[in-house]
């Protein structure tokens, strides 16, 4: 039990005090732990403000409408979260009577709430005796123990689960949960830790054999797919927008966006102009234009996506069509979000 009562007295001295970590409603954490998927906590610390200022209670989250829902997520990314995370709420309040589960085994059942998620849930809002196991903990049992184990290996995240439990205090389970995490975020991080400051380096098997930066391992990589996106902003006679809900299921489903052409490779204005103009040659046409100061290259995990917009204006009125300000009000992919609030037509 000496890791965990170091490793929980240092928690009690360095913790940030954040909303999540002042409630045990595992509606509540549940939020901040979607929220937190993927996210820094300063970036999503304001989400999970508006979210539960907008969603008090799963309640609030289930009767919601999925547009509102999805504006609100708009710059998270990862939007597949957010539309489970409506989903889950609904689901609480059909099935469970808006009754959130605390059992990490009841947990598990919920759409969008792997283990890790969970383990938190179960921990933080009951003191569950389960272990959470995300990146920082990786990092932090990989180095104080030097494991050699490569975490991109499903049985690696196993062997973590087992070996954080047997190092915990499971009275004080939510403590030292939240303890590990905390540590492996402000202390044990990924490049050019302040070892010298560390409680652990004394006893810290990758400092001692000098393996801090070449642990934890992790061997997989993942392949990123190049797309290529022209967006094409079709403005009518009235100054209008035509917009559309993507309904692809794909990461932006439920998204707005822009009319759209995908191709294979970047092409030069001259190659993609005539393929714009043959996909509206029923349209009165007045200009095309490039808006090449607009040109973006978004990264995501799996995607690097090359973006490029034309402005396409008409003489005549597109009923399907709506103003500016009502597209400013819809949910947009981050890109074109950004976009939008710096075009002027």
Known sequence: MEFSTTLIHWYNQNKRNLPWRR???????????????QTRVNQGLPYYQAFVENFPTVFDLAFAEEQKVLKLWQ????????????????????NYEGVFPTAYKELLKLKGVGSYTAAAIASFSSNEPVAVVDG???RVLARIFNIEYDISKTTSKSYFFDFALALMDVKFASDFNQ??????????I???????????????????????????IKLKKVAVKKRFLYYVIVEDLKGNILVSKREKQDIWKNLYQFDLLEVDAELKPEEIEPMILNKYENYQIESLSYLNHFDVVHKLSHQQLVIKFYHLKVNEINTAAIPLEEVKKLPFPIVLHKFIEKIVL
Request: hydrophobic share 35%; charged share 20%.
């Open 75 to 94: 710059g998270l990314g990862y939007y597949s979260r957010a539309r489970n995370l409506h989903y889950t709420a609904k689901y609480i309040v059909e």
């Open 179 to 188: 303890a590990i995490m905390e540590f492996g975020a402000l202390q044990c």
């Open 190 to 216: 990924p490049k050019n830790p302040n070892c010298e400051m560390c409680v652990f380096n004394e006893k810290c098997e990758a400092l001692r054999l000098n393996k801090v930066n070449e642990l934890p």
């Open 23 to 37: 409630t045990t409603d595992p509606y509540k954490i549940w939020l901040s732990e979607v929220i937190l998927q």
């Open 136 to 138: 920082n903990v990786f």
